[in-house]
């Protein structure tokens, strides 16, 4: 019967970030103590205001649709958040909140890609981007990073891969996977090559625009004459540990914002009402939680650096950003345990994940067939656990 699906959905691949954490949790269910470093989420707990904030938004009949793109107050503090942190000045009505950063960015590719249009994507890259990208049924075009160029794109890459074709680049900084942070200066020469394309835009995706080890955070879209050719994502679940919450949202010129809004009231309403609330609350409200998380992860980055690197056959960068440690390990291919043999990063995590019972994803799902992804957002316990599991099996393999 799954002959009957459609061209679009036979085309997509499952998400593999979603995959190892479900297979991760099988294995727990079965009692085994698996280390989980797969799924990108803040292990802290959400801050306790915003957690008041949404008890008071049942207790006061926040229970009702809201404004498809959500409601004004929420954008207010939205955009009171770009002024204030980015030097973003936006109108209300460029503002759509959505059901997470996810839908934020689908909902924009969805508004300007049509069949055929190719969308360059830096890689290694976020699971989804190509995903979405082919739900649109366009075309996503890679430009390679390695460790050598920091996984950034230069102008020139950039340069050289645009074509007539050309609709949109994602851009991702602080970077899931690779942790890379795009510096002003490397934003503003690839604003350069993108303001000489007429009619090319930007998906600026800043999720993880709070953890950042290196510096302040710079959208793309406060470099002169980006700002109508951006759409700045953000949301509330990585700086608030507010993953389930499901609130995301795009700043963006008003024809766009309106064409997401368009979508969104197709195809979902509007956000969740109490975790509008709850997401208010985050913007508004002490951000010392942001800080403390950040540094955190700061620590948690540097143990987690430190004991992998000592694992022979890992070569591994220190991120400046985000929460994955994103170390090769392709010197550990064709070697052999038992009846395992590895012959790619999906199998080495598979074996990590059996014989080491450390959850990670490969590599192969971000486009980096030599590389692991880990999440270390988790205790420093945890990781000091899974870098010893880690040794230990990768110790195995002849
Ligand atoms: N962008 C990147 C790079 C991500 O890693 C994620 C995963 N959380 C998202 C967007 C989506 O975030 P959410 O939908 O939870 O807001
Ligand atoms: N963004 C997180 C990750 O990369 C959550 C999973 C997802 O949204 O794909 O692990």
């Not at 953890?211 to 990585?238: F, L, P």
Request: proline share 4%.
């Amino acid at each position: 019967m799954t002959d009957c699906l459609s061209i679009t959905v036979k085309r997509l691949s499952p998400s593999a970030t979603f995959a190892m954490a479900q297979r991760s949790s099988e294995l727990v269910a079965q009692g085994i103590d698996v280390v989980n470093l797969s799924v990108g989420e803040p292990d802290f707990e959400t801050p306790s205001n915003i957690n008041e904030a949404a008890h008071a938004a049942i207790t006061n009949n926040f229970t009702k649709y809201s404004a498809v793109s959500g409601y004004a107050s929420l954008k207010e503090a939205i955009l009171g958040k770009l002024s204030r942190e980015n030097g973003l000045e936006y109108n209300i009505s460029e503002i759509v909140i959505s059901n997470g950063a996810k839908q934020s960015i689908c909902n924009a590719v969805l508004s300007l890609v049509n069949p055929g249009d190719e969308v360059i994507i830096q890689s290694p890259y976020w699971v989804s981007y190509p995903q979405m990208v082919l739900m649109a049924n366009g075309k996503p075009v890679f430009i390679e990073t390695t460790q050598e160029d920091n996984f950034k794109i230069t102008s020139e890459k950039l340069e050289a891969t645009i074509t007539e074709k050309t609709k949109l680049i994602i851009l991702n900084t602080p970077s899931n996977p690779t942790g890379a942070v795009y510096l002003a200066n490397e934003l503003e020469s690839l604003a350069k090559v993108i303001l000489k394309h007429e009619n090319l835009f930007v998906i600026s995706d800043e999720i993880y625009e709070h953890i950042n080890y290196v510096g302040k955070h710079c959208s793309i879209a406060s470099i002169s004459g980006m700002k109508d050719r951006t759409v700045v994502v953000n949301g509330v679940s990585k700086a608030y540990a507010m993953t389930g919450w499901r609130i995301g949202y795009i700043a963006a010129p008003k024809w766009m914002a309106s064409a997401c809004n368009m979508l969104q009231g197709q195809y979902t309403s509007g956000p969740c009402s109490i975790s509008q609330k709850a997401a208010e609350e985050a913007l508004l409200g002490s951000q010392d939680c942001v800080e403390q998380m950040r540094l955190a992860f700061q620590k948690r980055r540097n143990l987690i650096v430190g004991l992998v690197s000592e694992i022979p056959g890992i070569e591994v960068m220190s991120p400046d950003g985000a929460f994955y440690l994103f170390p090769k390990c392709s010197f550990y291919f064709g070697k052999r345990y038992g009846s395992w043999t590895i012959k790619s990063s999906t199998d080495l995590a598979m074996y990590l994940l059996e014989e080491g019972h450390v959850a990670t994803v490969a590599g192969d799902a971000f486009g980096a067939p030599d590389y692991l992804r880990l999440s270390y957002a988790t205790s420093e316990e945890r990781i000091i656990e899974a870098a010893k599991r880690l040794k230990e099996s990768l110790n195995k393999l002849r």
